[in-house]
C-alpha cells in the first residue's frame, strides 16, 4: 500500500494549446495535471541523457517537490517530509529537482558491482561471477524452499561524497517455470541515511512460492545518484529438495512385494524413496496389515 497522491501540478482553469491553431481555456481536472508532470520528467531525462532508472525518477520529483503548502495537521510524516491529502508530497517543482540532484548527488552500489552495465540491467561483477549471479551480496540463512519463510539480505554501499537519504531499496523474483519468465515484487526496504563510505545491510522477508529455478533481483532508486549503471544486481537460486509424504499400507494377508517409482515431471529433477519407518504389522479391527511409511525428497540438480 502506498499513499496517494504522491505529487501535485497546476490543473486549474488552464489554457491549453493543441496542433494548429486550437485553443483550449478553462481545462481543470487531472488529465492536465498528468500532461503536467510527464512533461517535467521528459525534461529530467533529457537532462541525464535518459540514464536514469524510472523509480529514480519518480524519487527525484519527489524530492524536489515543494511541500510548504502542505497542511501540518491531518498529514501522515514520510520520507519527504509531510504528506498532504490534496498535494501528496508537494506541488511540482523541477527547479527544485535539479538543484537537488546538482548539489547533493552520490554514487550508490552494492559492494561486488562495478560499473559500465546497461542502465536498469545487473551489475557487472567485481569478482567476475556472471551478472546473473552474485552470491557475494544477495544472501539467504539456508537454500531457499517453497514455502518456507526465509530472509534475503543485500549491502548497499555509498561510494560517493554526500550522505543519501530516504534510499528505497527492491527486492523481486524472477520465476522461470514458464516459456516467459516472470517477474514479483517482493518488497521495498527504505534506508534512512546513509553516509558516504557507510555500507548498510538490508534485509527483506520472502516466501518462496515455487519450487524451480528462481533468480532474487535487487536494485536501488535514489532520485540524487551519480551513476545508475551499478545499482540493480542479481542472483540464481535452485531451491532446496522438496519433501512429500506417502504411506504404503499392505491390505492382504501375505507378505506382499510394492515397487515404489519416483519420477518428475520437471526436467533435471531426481526423486529418491527413503524409508522413514520399517515395515511392521499393525492390528486393525481384528486384521492385520504391514504398513511402511516413505519420503520422497525431490530436488533440482545443478548443471
Given at each position: 500500500m502506498a499513499l496517494k497522491p504522491d505529487i501535485a501540478s497546476p490543473a486549474q482553469n488552464l489554457t491549453v494549446y493543441q496542433s494548429g491553431t486550437q485553443v483550449f481555456t478553462g481545462v481543470s481536472g487531472t488529465s492536465p495535471a498528468a500532461a503536467i508532470v510527464s512533461g517535467a520528467a521528459a525534461l529530467l531525462l533529457q537532462?541525464?541523457?535518459?540514464?536514469?532508472?524510472?523509480?529514480?525518477?519518480?524519487?527525484?520529483?519527489?524530492?524536489?517537490?515543494?511541500?510548504?503548502?502542505?497542511?501540518?495537521?491531518?498529514?501522515?510524516?514520510?520520507?519527504?517530509?509531510?504528506?498532504?491529502k490534496a498535494f501528496g508530497w508537494g506541488i511540482l517543482n523541477v527547479g527544485g529537482a535539479l538543484q537537488a540532484a546538482a548539489g547533493q548527488a552520490t554514487d550508490l552500489t552494492f559492494p561486488n558491482c562495478t560499473t559500465g552495465a546497461a542502465i536498469g540491467t545487473p551489475c557487472n561483477l567485481a569478482n567476475g561471477a556472471p551478472v546473473w549471479d552474485n552470491e557475494v551480496d544477495?544472501?539467504?540463512?539456508?537454500?531457499?524452499?517453497?514455502?518456507?519463510?526465509?530472509?534475503?539480505?543485500?549491502?548497499?554501499?555509498?561510494?560517493?561524497?554526500?550522505?543519501?537519504?530516504?534510499?528505497l531499496v527492491n527486492f523481486g523474483v524472477y520465476d522461470y517455470t514458464s516459456s516467459t519468465p516472470e517477474f514479483y515484487h517482493v518488497g521495498t526496504q527504505v534506508i534512512a541515511t546513509i553516509n558516504p563510505g557507510q555500507t548498510i545491510t538490508v534485509s527483506q522477508a520472502w516466501l518462496p512460492s515455487m519450487d524451480s529455478h528462481q533468480c532474487i533481483q535487487v536494485s536501488i532508486a535514489y532520485g540524487l545518484d551519480s551513476n545508475y549503471t551499478n545499482n540493480v544486481t542479481q542472483r540464481n537460486f535452485f531451491p532446496a529438495a522438496s519433501l512429500y509424504h506417502v504411506r504404503v499400507e499392505?491390505?492382504?494377508?501375505?507378505?506382499?512385494?510394492?515397487?515404489?517409482?519416483?519420477?518428475?515431471?520437471?526436467?533435471?529433477?531426481?526423486?529418491?524413496?527413503?524409508?522413514?519407518?520399517?515395515?511392521?504389522?499393525?492390528?486393525?479391527?481384528?486384521?492385520?496389515?504391514?504398513?511402511l511409511r516413505l519420503l520422497f525428497p525431490c530436488r533440482a540438480e545443478r548443471t
Open positions: 537532462k541525464f541523457n535518459q540514464e536514469i532508472t524510472p523509480d529514480s525518477l519518480k524519487q527525484l520529483l519527489l524530492t524536489g517537490a515543494d511541500s510548504s503548502h502542505n497542511s501540518p495537521y491531518g498529514t501522515m510524516a514520510g520520507p519527504w517530509g509531510n504528506w498532504d544477495i544472501t539467504t540463512p539456508s537454500t531457499p524452499q517453497q514455502g518456507v519463510l526465509t530472509t534475503v539480505s543485500v549491502p548497499v554501499k555509498n561510494a560517493g561524497p554526500n550522505v543519501a537519504t530516504n534510499v499392505n491390505h492382504f494377508f501375505v507378505p506382499t512385494l510394492y515397487e515404489v517409482k519416483t519420477t518428475s515431471t520437471r526436467d533435471q529433477w531426481v526423486c529418491k524413496a527413503l524409508i522413514i519407518f520399517r515395515p511392521r504389522m499393525i492390528n486393525m479391527n481384528g486384521r492385520s496389515y504391514n504398513r
